[in-house]
Each structure stands twice: as structure tokens, then as C-alpha cells.
């Protein structure tokens, strides 16, 4: 903090009152038309009083110039203080203008693009009137039956570490004050991701181990990118709801990490410990949380009603409430706020900048870099543009909502390039369409129930006979968007409705198949995987779908992504991840049936994390390191020639791997410590380098409660992805 904002921000604390001061703390839903009337007493809608009063510091869902400028001036007209407000929103991957969902971005593995995606999103928002975006979203997620996968960055904590602080450059720049930033907000803190079952909003229980090794090292890379603020979540963990966790919002965040920023609670997770049964009723509630360190209660009415009164009979100390409300306004210092409540708000700004057509093209080129080519036997891909005849069949090939994705702002319903557009671009009449079936499922926004349509299968045989007179198919299948995101979690994470037969029926007619997968969650593809020659996944890639994924289909770009999660042979291995623990019996020894597995299955992933192929081919020498002993001190050099062995230039992810192979506790069979990101023209070779020191192989110790490295043996590996990999040892002394 400047010195300059904490001289401004200590003078206005001394003028407030408790009443004035615990009004910063309140955030509310923006529930009646700002630009509207003014409500009646009776009609309930919140918060019009209270904005008169002074006693409200943020409004959510407020979104446009219009409706923020009216709230705002209603705010300064009658505080005493002329304390603006901030105006938070879910700008998750887009405001107006939608990117691929984070699931997908992150397979990009471009730090760069990644930035420039969030840069996009906050230019539009801001744009808008708004302050503050409710994201990145860095929950590890290992389990797809989550649907809020779609949301993080994927199963591996160092991955997700650098995509969450690439994402907070990009919200939060430079400068928090320019007009075209927002500040960002790291949640949910923490372990959300590791919800019992998958099931949304459910009881976490994890280990110290799980909890500091994989859980927290996102968050902690968000505090040191400068992240603005954090957002607790609804789970409890390890028996503590984390909206009353003082050591992680204290001790650990406020403390250890010495986080500046303020924490915002989620929805209505504060009046939640009530039904937790962590808290008699609200005012219980209020205390549990204010003292634990969650600075803002957002639409849980427990702060505004039953603060005061605490802090007045000694439940809460004012140090608290000071320390609170001190750290909401330097947020609000920072944006600039102060100098000019109404800076966000201009309209010509707005009507410019939203779905401009450098956003589009920008969205364009991330949601290319982020399709991941899992199979292309026999080479079927890239497409001919010319002298080929093309069935572009499926219940997701012409769709225009879909792709949107889930958590998509203020994105314009059907306002995405579908496939069938972007294919038609290209070919024009050379490609043919037909749905084959619908996707399955029914009431699709705000579903509270999917309701699956297995049985109507009338459209299919339009789609067989396209698929016998052409010479290769396009099949788009998948998920809807709204089958995944918050609130979607699923028992059965497989193709919804008639679409798997659709797929047999297809793929007898023609076997010269292209799977074009849509989807917001790693989905079971075994059966696909043995009878389909080609797939592709696409993700939900947000307003140009359609043109990226044709981009990709007929070669115009060369498709580099890699998986950020595990794909299943079967929904039952999950939660599935690739740095798993090695058990005292974790592999086989024939012909003995008592080691670690299933009988029915295999144990590894059908497509494993780091993934994904190109229209070219990589070769990779072999590795080289500068010594096989370092010390603690030291460093440890690796390098590696990749040389490009096919006929175009392609870009290859380069990923290195460790393992300590004996530890204090034990340690995953690999661990990421390091990618590049690399292009390749044909026949060139580049020499990738690598640097290791004790920190990277520094691991948090549960029994010690310290971080540290521990002298040993490790092994090193190299290679395209997770598992294919070659392997050197080197110690550390």
C-alpha cells in the first residue's frame, strides 16, 4: 500500500462511525431497477434505503454504465462521507465478447494468451461501469463429476499456480486506476475443489499433505501476483465451515502470506453456518465470521443486521472491524474510485469496445490455441477444403448458444460462430448438415433437473444417410453448457440422450470419422476412442467457436493445446489424476490379483494430463543435465533437443517432471515443475532449457508443519506429456 493511500484511508477511518464502518462491510445484490423509481417501503427490494443511508459498500450485478451510474450517485447524494462504492460482477471468461471456458483456456498452456483473454474481459467490463470481476476461479479440481471444473485450470497446482496469476495480470494490469482494469478476486479459499463426491456445495476432508501441497500453492501465487481480493467458499473443511476459518483467512492468508487485499464472502456463505450447524443463528454467524477475517458479507444480511450490536457487547473487537473496512477502501483508493466515483462510467466507451471486432479476433485466436487433437490415426485430419464431400452431423454442429459456454456474463443468447458457420466459410457447398438427434436434455437455463431424452432417435436416420454419401463426417457432440458450471454436478458424466447412438450408427455408416467434442468437463471416451479415427476436443470455446474449430479441422492452424485434466477410460476411476501417490502395492506382480487396481478396468488415464498431438510430429533427443549431484544451495541444469520431424511448423508444449523417490511422506510418482511453449518450423530443432533449485523441489511437510527440501534421490523427466516421458536421476545433496 502507497503511503499516500494509507495517510487518506487512516483519516477517513477516524471519521467514520460503527455504523458507517460496518456498512463498508455489506455488499448487496443490485435487486430493484437502478434506473428505475425509486421502490416502495413494501416492495422489499434492496438495497434503496440503504444506499441513502450510506450503509452499503458494493453492489453485484449491476451492469451497464446506465444502472452503475445511477447507483452510484444515489450513494454520494446522501453519504456523509461521499464513500463510492465498488461494483463487483462474474466476468469469468468474457464480459460481452466470450472467450473458451478456464477448463479449456488453460489447455492452451499459453501464459501469454491466457492474459490477453482476462485483458479482453476486464477492457469490456470496466467498460461497462464495472470494478471488480469474481474471478480467477483457482479450485485444483480432480474430480469431473464437479462441474466447476469447467471454471479452474485443472487437476496440477503448479499449472494452475501460473494460468491464475496470468489471469490476474490481465484483470488487474499495471495499474488498478486505469480505466480499462478491474480488480480481481482468487477463489474459492479454499479446497472447494475437493467437495465430497464431487457434489456442489458439499463437506470437504482432506489431509494437511493435500491441503498445502496441492490446494493452497494457487492461492499463494494469486497473493503474489498482487491479487486485489479473495472470496472464501460454501464448504466446510476438515469440519470447519472456510467462512469461519481464522487460520486460513488469518493465520495463513492475512498472516504468513501477508495478503493486503480484503476477503469477500460467497453468496450468502456467512448466514450458511447456520444450517452448517456451525452457528445458532445469524448474529452467531456474524461473529464467527468477523473475527475469523472475512471482511464482506455478501447477500447474507448478517453483517447489516446483527454487526453492530456485536461489536458494542465485546463478540467482535473494533481492531477487527478497523482492520476490515481499512482494507476495503484501499481496494477502492486503488481504483481510483475516490477520484472519481463516476470514472467507469461512460457509455461512448462502452458502445465501443463491447464485441469490438479486435476482441473478436483476439477470442478467435485463443479458442484455437485451446482445442487439444487427443487422436488423428491414418492422418485423417487436417481436412481438404476441395474435392472432398463433408457431413457435418450432431446435435452441438449448428448450435449458436452452446458454445457460449456456462458463467458467460453478459454474452448475447445465439450469438456464437457455430461449427456448421465455420465450416461453411470455408467450404461452402461442399459440406452438408444434419442434426442426427437432440442433445438430451430439457429446461436448459437455470435447470434445476436435467431431464434426459433417451429415447428419440427419428432424426438419426437422416443423419446415417448423409453420413453414407459423403466421404468424411464431422460429428459434434457433447455437453450443454449448462450441464456443467456451478450448481452441475453429475453422477454420470457421460453423453446425455441419444447421442452415443447416434455415434454407432455414424460411425457403421462411414467409419472416416471426427469426433468434435464440446464440452465443460473431461468426459468417459473409450468406446470413441476404439472405433473413431479422430478427436477432437473444443471445449465450450465461447463467440468465434466456430471459426477456431474450422481453423483447426482444415489445417489454417496447426493445433497445439494439451490437456489440463485427465481423461477417464470409465467415470468409475474418478476422481483420477496424474500425480498420484506409488502404494505399497501399486503395480502389478503377475500373476497375483492383490496389488492396486480394478478388475474391470485399467488404473491409467485413456488421454493423460499434458496431452495433445499436432499436424506434426516432435522428436525428442535425449536429456542432458550438467551434474547428477546438487547441492542445496545450487541449481541443477536440464536440457533437451526437440526437433520438429514432420512437414509443417507446429508449436510443442515441453514438459519436465519430477520425483522424490524417498521422502519424510511420501510423494507423487510425478510432479510438474516446468513447461515451455515452443514453434517449430519443418526439420528445425531447438534446444529447451531447464533450471532447477531446492525450492522447486521443495515439498510442505505435514508432520514438521514446514517446507523444505530433503536430500535424496529424485528422477527427472522430460517429454510431450504426463506419461510419455523419458527419465534421468540426478540427487540432491
Not at 469490456?124 to 471454471?151: H, I, K, Q, S, Y
Not at 454467524?285 to 448478517?302: F, H, K, P, R, T
Not at 541443477?636 to 511422506?665: F, H, P
Not at 510425478?670 to 528445425?684: N, S, T, V, Y
Amino acid at each position: 500500500m502507497s503511503t499516500a493511500i494509507h495517510k487518506k484511508v487512516e483519516v477517513l477511518l477516524q471519521q467514520m462511525t460503527l455504523k458507517e464502518k460496518i456498512g463498508q462491510m455489506v455488499q448487496y445484490n443490485a435487486s430493484w431497477d437502478l434506473t428505475g423509481p425509486a421502490p416502495s417501503e413494501t416492495s422489499g427490494a434492496l438495497p434503496y434505503k440503504e444506499l441513502e443511508e450510506g450503509v452499503v459498500g458494493s453492489l453485484l450485478n449491476a451492469i451497464s454504465v446506465k444502472d452503475i451510474r445511477k447507483a452510484q450517485q444515489i450513494t454520494l447524494e446522501h453519504h456523509r462521507l461521499k464513500i463510492p462504492l465498488i461494483f463487483g460482477y462474474d466476468v469469468i471468461h468474457g464480459y460481452k465478447t466470450m472467450f473458451p471456458i478456464p477448463l479449456g483456456e488453460s489447455a492452451s498452456w499459453d501464459l501469454e494468451a491466457i492474459e490477453a483473454s482476462a485483458r479482453v474481459a476486464a477492457t469490456e467490463a470496466a467498460a461497462a461501469g464495472l470494478n471488480w470481476t469474481f474471478a480467477p476461479m483457482v479450485d485444483v479440481g480432480r474430480d469431473a463429476r464437479w462441474g466447476r471444473v469447467m471454471e479452474g485450470a485443472g487437476e496440477d497446482p503448479y499449472l494452475g499456480s501460473l494460468v491464475a496469476a496470468a489471469r490476474i495480470r490481465g484483470f488487474q494490469g499495471d495499474d488498478l486506476s486505469a480505466t480499462d482494469t478491474i480488480a480481481a478476486c482468487a477463489k474459492h479459499f479454499a479446497a472447494y475443489g475437493y467437495a465430497e463426491g464431487g457434489r456442489e456445495y458439499n463437506s470437504t476432508d482432506i489431509s494437511d499433505n493435500v491441503l498445502h501441497n496441492v490446494v493452497l500453492p494457487p492461492f499463494k501465487a494469486c497473493v503474489d501476483a498482487g491479487v486485489a481480493t479473495v472470496m472464501n467458499g460454501f464448504n466446510d473443511l476438515n469440519g470447519t465451515p472456510v467462512t469461519a476459518s481464522s487460520y486460513l483467512q488469518r493465520d495463513l492468508l492475512k498472516g504468513a502470506w501477508g495478503f493486503e487485499g480484503f476477503v469477500v464472502s460467497d453468496w450468502a456463505s456467512i448466514a450458511e453456518l447456520v444450517m452448517h450447524g456451525r452457528a445458532t443463528d445469524k448474529a452467531e454467524a456474524a461473529v464467527l465470521a468477523a473475527n475469523a477475517g472475512s471482511d464482506m458479507d455478501m447477500e447474507g444480511y448478517c453483517y447489516s443486521e446483527h454487526l453492530a450490536e456485536k461489536v458494542q457487547v465485546g463478540e467482535v473487537d473494533m481492531a477487527k472491524i478497523d482492520d476490515a473496512v481499512r482494507r476495503i477502501l484501499t481496494v477502492k483508493y486503488k481504483l481510483g474510485l475516490f477520484d472519481d466515483p463516476y470514472k467507469y462510467c461512460n457509455e461512448k466507451r462502452e458502445q465501443a469496445l463491447l464485441l469490438s471486432d479486435e476482441h473478436l479476433a483476439i477470442a478467435r485466436d485463443v479458442a484455437r490455441k485451446s482445442i487439444v487433437l487427443l487422436k488423428n490415426e491414418g492422418d485423417i485430419l487436417p481436412l481438404k477444403k476441395s474435392g472432398q464431400k463433408i457431413a457435418v452431423i450432431g446435435p452441438l454442429a449448428a448450435c449458436k448458444d452452446v458454445p457460449l459456454g456456462s458463467w458467460r456474463a453478459q454474452a448475447i443468447t445465439d450469438s456464437a460462430v457455430s461449427l456448421w458457420e465455420g465450416i461453411q466459410t470455408l467450404v461452402g457447398e461442399n459440406a452438408k448438415h444434419a442434426k442426427g438427434c437432440d442433445l438430451g436434455i430439457g429446461n436448459r437455463a437455470f435447470i434445476l433437473e436435467l431431464t434426459i431424452n433417451e429415447d428419440d432417435v427419428s432424426k438419426i436416420p437422416e443423419a446415417v444417410e448423409l453420413a453414407k454419401n459423403s466421404d468424411v463426417v464431422v460429428l459434434a457432440v457433447g455437453e450443454d453448457c449448462w450441464q456443467s458450471g456451478e450448481a452441475r454436478s453429475r453422477v454420470d458424466i457421460g453423453f446425455a440422450g441419444v447421442q452415443q447412438q447416434l455415434m454407432e450408427a455414424v460411425v457403421a455408416a462411414n467409419p472416416n470419422v471426427v469426433l468434435v467434442l464440446m464440452n465443460g468437463r473431461p468426459m468417459p471416451l473409450a468406446w470413441a476412442d476404439a472405433y473413431i479415427p479422430a478427436i477432437v476436443e473444443t471445449w465450450h470455446l465461447g463467440s468465434e467457436a466456430g471459426n477456431a474449430i474450422a481453423d483447426v479441422l482444415f489445417g489454417d492452424y496447426n493445433p497445439s493445446g494439451k490437456l489440463p485434466m485427465s481423461f477417464p477410460r470409465h467415470q468409475g476411476q474418478i476422481p483420477l489424476y496424474y500425480s498420484r501417490k506409488q502404494t505399497g502395492r501399486g503395480e502389478s506382480v503377475a500373476p497375483s490379483v492383490f496389488w492396486s487396481h480394478y478388475i474391470d478396468e485399467q488404473n491409467d488415464a485413456l488421454y493423460p494430463f499434458g496431452h495433445g498431438l499436432s499436424y506434426t510430429t516432435f522428436e525428442y533427443g535425449d536429456i542432458q543435465l550438467n551434474t547428477s549431484e546438487m547441492s542445496m544451495e545450487g541449481s541443477l541444469k536440464a536440457s533437451i533437443t526437440i526437433k520438429n520431424t514432420g512437414e509443417r511448423a507446429g508449436k510443442e508444449v515441453v514438459q519436465l517432471y519430477i520425483r522424490d523417490l524417498i521422502a519424510s511422506e511420501t510423494r507423487p510418482i510425478k510432479e510438474l515443475k516446468g513447461f515451455q511453449l515452443i514453434k517449430l518450423d519443418a526439420g528445425a530443432s531447438e534446444t529447451v532449457h531447464f533450471e532447477l533449485t531446492a525450492k522447486d523441489l521443495a515439498f510442505y511437510n505435514s508432520m514438521t508443519k514446514t517446507w523444505g527440501a530433503e536430500a535424496g534421490k529424485f528422477e527427472l523427466f522430460i517429454g510431450s506429456s504426463s506419461r510419455e516421458v523419458q527419465m534421468v536421476g540426478f540427487e540432491l545433496r
